[in-house]
């Protein structure tokens, strides 16, 4: 839906005879600071407009709903471009007059007071649209359009924070312009659109067919098949072939069919999505990879897409998206990674969204694929389990499907050793131990954490693919302060990662990764330190956890709206501190090091898997 498309004639009358808000209220209901952003960014266009020396049959539009999302582009300018090739603009407009430089990926932090909160870089927001048009929209992609995006803060003069360099990556391919920058804003505009097409560019791409380009389809094609971590191995292929042919077979029913896949850490659970994705995306069939967890979606498009291949990001979903927009059968297939992290409702910042999520995935599209580990939930608000998908599923009217062919028993983490992986699961939920440390396997406990920071450092500078990790026992201080320690033990003095980009970030590397950070990855060595909420009870010969050594800031224990645990969720918090340790204990391919700040603990550790410091 395109709210607004005239051309610069019109659009120019439009704005002298205060007509815009009443045009696009026609077709859009908004609410009246919404209205007052259409008049203000209009005004001001049409200045930047004549400053460019547009002609007057060049087209303009104001909100175009994006392909499979609720989101809209502020202001479109369309024509051919220098070379006279039909070509688009993309301009996302804010009306900030304050902006401020975060540590964090792709995000600002509006300043102003309505906002005051962390906002997607609005350049990185026009750069994700353009990605978004190009991905699917097939008269796009047919017709060879050419596609540009940017960025005009009209009301922001002090510039510096929005045009760092830590903004880099995405600048360069969609600049931002300030107050100061009208000129700049023009000369980009001419520069891409300088004369008319007579035949209307943007009423092709309202109507055109949403569909997997064939751009898509060919680099998710050749970046799996040149790349090794997407092979599937025995159990995996057996997964993946039994969920195709079962979808095979029931292509023609209009009932809707829900696969649970359950695997442990290191099965391949994700390597099966992207399987899974992609064989749908060949077929040209709207499919996303969906998880709650920005971590693996960073992480895996990071994987796929690279630099040259920026589409491909556009293949993985946010759970937010899913909640806010609530489509119904819009998608072919997705495929829901780490479901056991699904919360009930997602959260936008402090604000619940839609009413069940499990339900609002399934009723999105006509395949959805779970794969889940039930030992992976490490939050009292992890909501998804089997019995939770099966239940929704059944009420829906679904085709549920549950055996044996699609459980993932070997894992190809910690060099295979499934006996280090079920030692690991013996002592944290206190079940018989046994251990030969006779595979090829590095397990190390260390008594002294300087010895254990030096071991762990040298396989961080040998191994780029190697990460220190931590439990959930230290606040955050350098969240806000860059030059604070968040983990300090005698003597050492270590930060946490700064984001979600971690295990993929060299300048993150010396940094100690949390379990938010690096659930669902990998890496080749690990370091971890278990915290004083796991120790060892000598006289019962178990195993045991302290909640209270958390944080008070930390969040994990305490449902939305509440300061502080429930006492009825203590039993659930305990199992949370074992799983979240056994999440980080099987992180690494080759090997992990050990420093535990519970003595006991350190000894029955070393009791068990023959280690010396």
Request: proline fraction near 1%; hydrophobic fraction near 35%; include cysteine.
């Amino acid at each position: 839906m395109l709210a607004y498309n005239e051309t610069i004639k019109q659009f120019n009358k439009d704005v002298l005879n205060n007509q815009i808000m009443a045009k696009i209220s026609s077709k859009l209901n908004a609410g009246k600071s919404e209205q007052s952003a259409w008049k203000d960014a209009a005004v001001y266009m049409k200045n930047i407009i004549e400053l460019a020396g547009l002609t007057d049959d060049i087209e303009i539009g104001m909100e175009l709903k994006i392909p499979i999302t609720n989101n809209r582009i502020d202001f479109l300018i369309a024509g051919l471009n220098t070379k006279l090739e039909k070509s688009l603009i993309i301009i996302e407009m804010k009306r900030w007059s304050a902006v401020s430089k975060t540590n964090k990926y792709r995000l600002v932090n509006a300043d102003d007071t309505r906002y005051g909160q962390d906002a997607l870089h609005p350049s990185y927001q026009a750069y994700t649209y353009k990605l978004n048009l190009e991905a699917y929209n097939q008269n796009i992609a047919d017709q060879n359009i050419q596609v540009s995006s940017c960025s005009y803060l009209h009301n922001l003069f002090e510039d510096k924070d929005i045009k760092d360099l830590f903004y880099s990556e995405f600048l360069e391919k969609s600049p931002v312009f300030a107050a100061k920058d009208n000129h700049l804003l023009a000369d980009f505009i001419k520069t891409h659109v300088n004369k008319a097409y007579h035949n209307q560019i943007l009423y092709e791409i309202e109507s055109s067919k949403i569909i997997p380009a064939q751009m898509l389809m060919d680099t998710l094609s050749v970046e799996l098949s040149n790349n090794k971590v997407f092979t599937l191995l025995d159990k995996q292929e057996i997964c993946y072939q039994n969920i195709m042919r079962t979808i095979k077979d029931h292509e023609n029913t209009k009932q809707k069919q829900v696969f649970i896949v359950r695997g442990g850490a290191g099965t391949g659970k994700s390597v099966i999505a992207i399987k899974i994705l992609n064989e749908f995306i060949q077929q040209k069939k709207l499919a996303f990879y969906v998880t709650k967890n920005s971590a693996v979606r960073n992480v895996y498009s990071k994987k796929l897409s690279g630099k040259e291949n920026a589409h491909l990001k556009t293949l993985f979903l946010s759970t937010i998206k899913i909640s806010r927009d609530r489509p119904k059968n819009q998608y072919e297939c997705l495929v829901i990674d780490e479901a056991h992290r699904l919360p009930e409702r997602s959260k936008s910042g402090n604000i619940l969204l839609g009413e069940n999520l499990i339900r609002e995935i399934i009723e999105s599209s006509k395949i959805s694929i779970f794969f889940i580990d039930e030992k992976q939930q490490v939050d009292i608000r992890d909501y998804a389990t089997i019995e939770q998908i099966t239940k929704t599923a059944k009420q829906l009217g679904c085709q549920v499907y549950d055996n044996e062919n699609l459980r993932l028993l070997s894992q190809f983490r910690c060099s295979g050793n499934d006996e280090f992986i079920k030692a690991v699961e013996g002592i944290l939920y206190n079940d018989e131990v046994t251990f030969e440390n006779n595979l090829d396997y590095e397990v190390k406990i260390f008594d002294n954490i300087h010895h254990w920071h030096e071991a762990i450092n040298e396989r961080v500078d040998q191994t780029p693919n190697s990460r220190m990790l931590a439990g959930d026992v230290f606040d955050w201080i350098s969240k806000d302060d860059s030059t604070l320690f968040d983990i300090n033990i005698d003597g050492l003095s270590l930060q946490w990662n700064k984001d979600t980009t971690f295990s993929a970030d060299e300048s993150q590397k010396y940094r100690v990764g949390h379990i938010d950070t690096v659930q669902g990855l990998e890496f080749d060595y690990v370091g971890l330190i278990i915290g004083d909420d796991l120790v060892f009870n000598s006289l019962t010969k178990q195993v045991e956890t302290d909640y209270t050594k958390h944080p008070d800031t930390a969040g994990h224990f305490r449902r939305h709206g509440r300061r502080a645990p429930l006492d009825s969720d203590l039993a659930q918090i305990d199992i949370i501190i074992r799983n979240t340790y056994n999440v980080l204990m099987k992180r690494g391919m080759k090997g992990i090091y050990i420093y535990c700040m519970d003595n006991k603990l350190n000894k029955y550790l070393k009791s068990i898997f023959y280690a010396t410091d």
